[in-house]
Nanobody, 123 residues
Framework: QVQLVESGGGLVQAGDSLRLSCAASGRAFSSYAMGWFRQAPGKEREFVAAFQWSGASANYADSVKGRFTISRDNAKNTVYLQMNSLRPEDTAIYYC????????????????WGQGTQVTVSS
């Protein structure tokens, strides 16, 4: 079992930055891929970014490439999402997710989820 707790959301203005954190508890954290999804009101949960278990690569949704950076600290069992140049369309609840080895961009394929953290970007 893996438990995930997100933090770092808030209300910011367009162009600002935020850093989300996701603290994981449970064993064998390093063998899990970690990622972030988001869900805006009335929309489906969508993939944002993932850091695969090997730590060798990260992948991003096209809508956040060049603005968001995912990273992980295995010593702290924590994954981060640095969000720069935020836009109103980034407003959503952001969820941390974990799955053995590889995060799927289809949200229902992933195994563990945090409770979510709200990010609101005003124009």
């Amino acid at each position: 079992q893996v438990q995930l707790v997100e933090s770092g959301g808030g209300l910011v203005q367009a162009g600002d930055s935020l850093r989300l954190s996701c603290a994981a508890s449970g064993r064998a954290f390093s063998s899990y891929a970690m990622g972030w999804f988001r869900q805006a009101p009335g929309k489906e949960r969508e993939f944002v970014a993932a850091f695969q278990w090997s730590g060798a690569s990260a992948n991003y949704a096209d809508s956040v490439k060049g603005r968001f950076t995912i990273s992980r600290d295995n010593a702290k069992n924590t994954v981060y999402l640095q969000m720069n140049s935020l836009r109103p369309e980034d407003t959503a609840i952001y969820y941390c997710t974990a799955r053995r080895f590889v995060i799927s961009t289809t949200y229902s394929d992933n195994d563990y989820w945090g409770q979510g953290t709200q990010v609101t970007v005003s124009s």
